[in-house]
């Protein structure tokens, strides 16, 4: 067995009761990049987002956002880091044993986001750290951005991601 991974015998009781076809800490290797597809933005969608979490006038208003230094209507960029979960969580993450994410680091966004762009995700794993208080848990470093369709990056964070290591075969 190998001495970094925990025993099942003392694995929490809900781990060990896991399909074993879920996808574990080992099965996101480093160097690997990942396309989380696309997201096509609409207006509708960027004035709901911020009325309800960002509402400064240039994302709630069309007008507003012309008479802006943008020059039109556009995205928050809490929106646009809302994009790209929304297509990590649903390309990576299903049949997987993540355990939550203690943040993310190194947050930008780099242009405006406006109705009309479609937005494609991508993420690469650039660590993973053991866990200091959990043996069974690897945190996931991964890189995440968003490109136009002209390639142009839109925004880019690094997502500190834990999941469970699989259990080793006792």
């Known amino acids: 067995m190998a001495s970094h991974l925990m025993p099942s015998h003392l694995m929490p009781s ?6 074993v076809r879920m996808k574990h800490a080992e099965d996101y290797p480093v160097g690997t990049v990942y396309n989380l597809g696309s997201h096509k933005v609409t207006a509708e969608e960027i004035i709901t987002f911020a009325r309800a979490y960002d509402p400064q006038p240039y994302h709630i208003s069309a007008e507003a956002g012309a008479a802006s230094s943008f020059g039109s209507l556009i995205a928050s960029g809490w929106n646009t880091a809302a994009i790209w979960m929304n297509l990590y969580v649903t390309t990576l993450l299903p049949d997987s044993a993540v355990e939550g994410s203690p943040g993310v680091d190194e947050l930008r966004w780099l242009r405006p986001v406006r109705p009309g762009d479609e937005l494609f995700g991508w993420a ?10 959990q043996r069974g848990v690897l ?7 968003l490109t136009t369709a002209d390639g142009d990056n839109v925004l880019t964070l690094i997502l500190n991601s834990r999941l469970r290591r699989r259990l080793p075969s006792d």
């Open 124 to 133: 690469k794993v650039i660590g993973a750290i053991p866990s200091l208080t």
């Open 139 to 145: 945190t996931l470093r991964k890189k995440g951005w």
């Open 14 to 19: 809900a781990w060990k009761k896991m399909d």
